[in-house]
Nanobody, 125 residues
Framework: QVHLVESGGGPEQAGGSLRLSCAAS???????MGWFRQAPGKEREGVAA???????NYADSVQGRFTISKDNSKNTLYLQMNSLSSEDTAVYYC????????????????????WGQGTQVTVSS
């Protein structure tokens, strides 16, 4: 397992942008990785994920607004979030798995075995 540390969260106004980063303690070139979020009073949900071959999967709610990317040379996962709304307010978590995950299961929490501590994103309208 790799140790994951998220950063880049914070307050932002509606319509603005934020970029989250997730630094891994080891190589992630062979890892499937994803971003999840949990809003107050709601269950954690998958937001965006990237497979080892670069295929991606996005939740319908963020499709076209969020972009996931991975820099294997820096062992870092990113989530570029544009056109933010108050509904994006949540704690965002990074997750990783050494296993290859089929695209339909990339947004399933059960596919991952390494998790970061989360970073808070608060969007005000």
């Amino acid at each position: 397992q790799v140790h994951l540390v998220e950063s880049g969260g914070g307050p932002e106004q509606a319509g603005g942008s934020l970029r989250l980063s997730c630094a891994a303690s080891g190589a992630i070139s062979t890892h499937s990785m994803g971003w999840f979020r949990q809003a107050p009073g709601k269950e954690r949900e998958g937001v965006a994920a990237i497979a080892t071959d670069g295929q991606t999967n996005y939740a319908d709610s963020v499709q076209g607004r969020f972009t996931i990317s991975k820099d294997n040379s820096k062992n870092t996962l990113y989530l570029q979030m544009n056109s933010l709304s108050s509904e994006d307010t949540a704690v965002y978590y990074c997750a990783a798995s050494q296993l290859w995950i089929v695209v339909p299961l990339l947004l399933s929490q059960n596919s991952y075995n390494s998790w970061g501590q989360g970073t808070q994103v608060t969007v005000s309208s």
